[in-house]
């Protein structure tokens, strides 16, 4: 049985109660000098501080009261350990009720090297086209039949989004295994909110990976959010959209521009209800 006052005094874990059941998380590794006591008490082997974090992230999530949750946030810390060991915690029971999960870790440059717990650095793109989480290996998104809000944050963490579920989907980084800032197939998302700014070598996403975003890939899609995306300058953005055969089915689409809509441009987004450049 899971300690959870133990698991609270932590501080890691902050939980929301409605009623006697557990429907919010938000995960966060907290300073504790204590926690490796916690970590023996809860019958892990403690000889690896950097899995300590996996360890309370499982407790918690295999544990029966868990079942409840209407939303999650795990912030990551020891990703290069814990990504996995959440997915597989996650994929353990069915959770019926969970509608929204924040997955991922804080960076400032994209593809920085990471600093861990301990404070050891480590190089991400040693995970290049293998990711951090291995979420198809445990069947991660057949856990989740209620999701419905997805936020990843970080880079290289997820094989794809296989959800159908999902219906708004906020990608922060390059979260996906191969370097990609958008999933390949996101059937059931009506909203995508992308951001992604320069990578730790002074890169910036192409705007050719917009060019996932097929209409075959992404049918429900209404709303799309780049405001917040830096894309290489060396192509055009604007000629990038307009060429996009998803756009005709587009009611949104947010783009920070530095001009005006080129005049030949414009008719290609006059259906829009709000289109480049509007507020």
């Given at each position: 049985m899971t300690d959870f006052d133990a698991l609270r005094s932590d501080g890691s874990w902050q939980l929301t109660t409605t009623g006697d059941r557990i429907t919010g998380a938000v995960f966060r590794l907290a300073p504790n000098p204590d926690?490796?006591?916690?970590?023996?008490?809860?019958?892990?082997?403690?000889?690896?501080?950097?899995?300590?974090?996996?360890?309370?992230?499982?407790?918690?999530?295999?544990?029966?009261?868990?079942?409840?949750?209407?939303?999650?946030?795990?912030?990551?810390?020891?990703?290069?350990?814990?990504?996995?060991?959440?997915?597989?915690?996650?994929?353990?029971?069915?959770?019926?009720?969970?509608?929204?999960?924040?997955?991922?870790?804080?960076?400032?440059?994209?593809?920085?090297?990471?600093?861990?717990?301990?404070?050891?650095?480590?190089?991400?793109?040693?995970?290049?086209?293998?990711?951090?989480?291995?979420?198809?290996?445990?069947?991660?998104?057949?856990?989740?039949?209620?999701?419905?809000?997805?936020t990843l944050r970080g880079g290289l963490l997820l094989d794809d989004m296989g959800s159908t579920t999902v219906t708004d989907l906020h990608v922060i980084g390059a979260p996906f295994a191969i370097g990609a800032l958008f999933p390949d197939r996101a059937p059931g998302v009506v909203t995508l909110t992308a951001e992604i700014g320069y990578d730790v070598f002074g890169g910036l996403c192409p705007a050719g990976q917009l060019e996932m975003l097929t209409p075959e890939a992404y049918p429900a899609l209404r709303r799309l959010d780049i405001s917040r995306a830096q894309f290489d300058e060396d192509e055009d953005l604007l000629e990038t959209l307009a060429e996009l055969p998803v756009l005709r089915q587009l009611e949104t689409l947010d783009v920070e521009l530095d001009e005006d809509v080129p005049e030949r441009l414009a008719p290609v987004f006059a259906h829009l209800v709000r289109g480049p450049g509007e507020d």
């Open positions: 926690r490796r006591a916690l970590v023996e008490a809860l019958g892990a082997d403690a000889s690896d501080p950097e899995q300590w974090e996996s360890v309370l992230l499982e407790a918690f999530l295999t544990a029966p009261e868990s079942a409840d949750l209407t939303s999650l946030e795990l912030h990551l810390t020891d990703f290069h350990h814990s990504a996995a060991r959440a997915a597989a915690a996650l994929a353990s029971r069915g959770r019926e009720h969970l509608v929204d999960l924040r997955f991922g870790h804080d960076f400032t440059l994209l593809y920085e090297h990471a600093t861990t717990s301990t404070g050891r650095r480590f190089n991400p793109l040693e995970k290049l086209n293998e990711g951090f989480a291995h979420e198809s290996a445990v069947d991660l998104w057949s856990a989740l039949p209620a999701l419905r809000a997805l």
